[in-house]
T-cell receptor
Framework: AQSVTQPDIHITVSEGASLELRCNYSYGATPYLFWYVQSPGQGLQLLLK??????LVQGIKGFEAEFKRSQSSFNLRKPSVHWSDAAEYFC???????????FGRGTSLIVHP | ETGVTQSPTHLIKTRGQQVTLRCSSQ?????VSWYQQALGQGPQFIFQYYREEENGRGNFPPRFSGLQFPNYSSELNVNALELDDSALYLC??????????????FGAGSRLTVL
């Protein structure tokens, strides 16, 4: 069965600092990996996705993520965080054999001025 | 292109009642998935509909049921509501090609409170 672990429930950073949110997955074949963001009271918005090819993926809002097969990880990064990045971030895994992505429990990002 | 729209946005019910939530999928998408998101948790898969048939189901009891209509819109029905059913219910649509099928476009959700 596929699963996702986001080990950090909360992350606090100062505005302008760099950010890395951790995601580890379990999947029996080549995974499709996603990061979504959810602002308070809103649905989820896709930040970026990895299907194949270059393991460093660029997304919207200046985010990027790196797929590391040896570590079963897909960590999300941003070089300089803005106050508007404060939100809940969800990692998800899917694949060619399952059209039903599984989500992690999420990491809440708090940005201090 | 229009996105995914859900209604109602908020509703309050009492234990034992029934509720119907509605979802219109994004233009060009013919697969609809429903997720339950409890407070402080990630979305949990309820079921998926494709061509008006249930195409997969998560670990939810039969009192959670759904429909998909010919225009690809969908309903989620929950009978005999329990307090633990209080959550944000998210509808997501996706295309049917094997790669794109994994990419979900979410609505803003329906916030259900059960008293």
């Amino acid at each position: 069965a596929q699963s996702v672990t986001q080990p950090d429930i909360h992350i606090t950073v100062s505005e302008g600092a760099s950010l890395e949110l951790r995601c580890n997955y379990s999947y029996g074949a080549t995974p499709y990996l996603f990061w979504y963001v959810q602002s308070p009271g809103q649905g989820l918005q896709l930040l970026l996705k990895y299907f194949s090819g270059d393991t460093l993926v660029q997304g919207i809002k200046g985010f990027e993520a790196e797929f590391k097969r040896s570590q079963s990880s897909f960590n999300l990064r941003k070089p300089s965080v803005h106050w508007s990045d404060a939100a809940e971030y969800f990692c998800a895994v899917g694949g060619g054999g399952s059209y039903i992505p599984t989500f992690g429990r999420g990491t809440s990002l708090i940005v201090h001025p | 292109e229009t996105g995914v729209t859900q209604s109602p946005t908020h509703l309050i019910k009492t234990r034992g009642q029934q509720v119907t939530l509605r979802c219109s999928s994004q233009s060009g998408h013919n697969t609809v998935s429903w997720y339950q998101q409890a407070l402080g948790q990630g979305p949990q898969f309820i079921f998926q509909y494709y061509r008006e048939e249930e195409n997969g189901r998560g670990n939810f009891p039969p009192r959670f049921s759904g429909l998909q209509f010919p225009n690809y819109s969908s309903e989620l029905n929950v009978n005999a509501l329990e307090l633990d059913d209080s959550a944000l219910y998210l509808c997501a649509s996706s295309p049917t090609d094997s790669v794109g099928a994994n990419v979900l476009t979410f609505g803003a959700g329906s916030r259900l409170t059960v008293l």
